[in-house]
């Protein structure tokens, strides 16, 4: 994108007269797109989060050999031989429990019993079953003073080894990963109470409309209900930002001015985006600020615009709901994730399928086509239609039609994006 040649920043009732492409607009984006700092965070807490720093492991998991079985350590050479026909006779000699190791060597001919995850006992090389033993009359519980092997075991049987799970030196994780449930317990066994994660973007949700009503309330008279809010938040929240959303804010200079100058690492304005009387954000962040993207050659969501206010990075997205969920998933969702340390793609399944019919779209514009899928057959269900929300929860995903092509004939194989 040519720097010296930034977009007008008052095209109120006058129009665009230009619009970037997709790519460079992308382009501008990705050259601003800085990772958040590191803080530390405990465990308990790090579910989900993405890591900072390359983690290895101090030590071995297990740190000493163990009983994987129930039944008696021994050495595997006293069995050799015996079968339910050939009973060989071991001296049972002690216990080895979960953190009560048996704290004697043992030799040929004896046996000591054992827990799964106990210490083995030194000398002993095997664990013979509690199913392969006959012991003789004594209570539950009461060690007896010899047991009966009915079946041979062979050096290393039902022995768990040390470090068969982590060995000293490994590297466990490195940053960039999303720190699962099973990831957390791994970092336990290995003695780390804490991590360094990527801090979350913190993110101002600006939703404007003098026509809208909170989130929730009765449509009444010339009003209507935010859409755009909710919908936004729970966006941000599943790319990883923290999101602040005080409430709706008036279609007024001095309202749009303070939240673009909000606390936050990413500013997200809704509505107020594109060539109305009313649509201040643009020459504000223009005049405050940078407004580096304002036009963009898509359908929906061309009225998209974003750039710089001192830290923050500032997104303009159009108030038609559909226009906004596009706009947010291309540009805003990008940045939240890649802020935040995550994958900057998509964060969709993709899915080959064949359309039912024919896509249409002008040479020189990027179209978002919802559409629907039975297994693999894609419906066009809507190109146009920003302000129909609805045809997002119709739909099962969308198909990107790229600017370089008229659209995609019936029966052509295309690239679905899924919703979920």
């Not at 049987?157 to 449930?181: A, Q």
């Not at 909170?214 to 919908?231: K, L, T, V, W």
């Not at 978002?368 to 190109?383: F, K």
């Amino acid at each position: 994108m040519n720097e010296s040649n930034p977009p007008q920043s008052d095209v109120r009732m006058r129009g665009f007269t230009r619009r970037l492409t997709v790519e460079d607009a992308l382009a501008w984006l990705d050259a601003h797109l800085e990772l958040m700092d590191a803080e530390p965070l405990p465990l308990s807490r790090a579910a989900g989060r993405v890591l900072a720093t390359t983690i290895t492991s101090d030590v071995d998991v297990p740190g000493f050999d163990r009983a994987t079985m129930d039944g008696y350590a021994v050495v595997a050479d006293s069995t050799e031989g015996a079968s339910s026909y050939n009973r060989l006779t071991l001296t049972a000699i002690g216990d080895s429990r979960p953190g009560r190791p048996f704290d004697s060597a043992i030799a040929t001919g004896q046996a000591v019993r054992i827990m799964t995850g106990a210490p083995m006992p030194s000398g002993a090389d095997a664990v013979l079953p509690a199913e392969w033993i006959e012991v003789g009359s004594e209570l539950p519980g009461t060690l007896p003073a010899t047991i009966s092997a009915l079946a041979t075991v062979s050096p290393g049987k039902n022995v768990g080894r040390r470090g068969e799970d982590v060995v000293r030196g490994t590297v466990l994780f490195e940053p960039g990963r999303v720190l699962r449930p099973q990831d957390l317990g791994v970092l336990s066994s290995v003695g780390i109470g804490e991590v360094q994660v990527v801090r979350k973007p913190r993110v101002r949700l600006a939703v404007t409309g003098n026509e809208l009503l909170p989130s929730g309330s009765q449509p009444r008279d010339y009003r209507i209900a935010d859409a755009n809010g909710p919908m936004l938040a729970a966006l941000i929240e599943r790319d990883g930002g923290q999101v602040d959303f005080p409430g709706l804010v008036p279609d007024t200079e001095e309202a749009i001015l303070g939240a673009l100058h909000a606390d936050a690492d990413v500013v997200v304005v809704s509505g107020g985006s594109s060539v109305g009387l009313e649509d201040f954000a643009p020459g504000l962040l223009a005049r405050h600020g940078e407004l580096a993207v304002h036009g963009i050659a898509m359908r929906p969501s061309s009225p998209t615009g974003f750039g710089r206010l001192g830290p923050r990075l500032v997104f303009l997205l159009p108030g038609n709901p559909v226009s906004c969920l596009c706009a947010y998933d291309f540009f805003a969702g990008r940045a939240i994730r890649a802020r935040g340390g995550r994958d900057k793609a998509w964060p969709y399944r993709s899915i080959r399928g064949q359309l039912t019919r024919k896509i249409s779209s002008p040479v020189g514009r990027l179209d978002y086509a919802r559409v629907r899928v039975n297994q693999t057959a894609v419906e066009p269900l809507a190109v146009g239609g920003a302000s129909i929300l609805s045809s997002t929860t119709r739909a099962d995903g969308f198909v990107i039609v790229p600017a370089d092509s008229e659209g995609f004939a019936a029966g052509a194989d295309v690239d679905v994006w899924l919703y979920g």
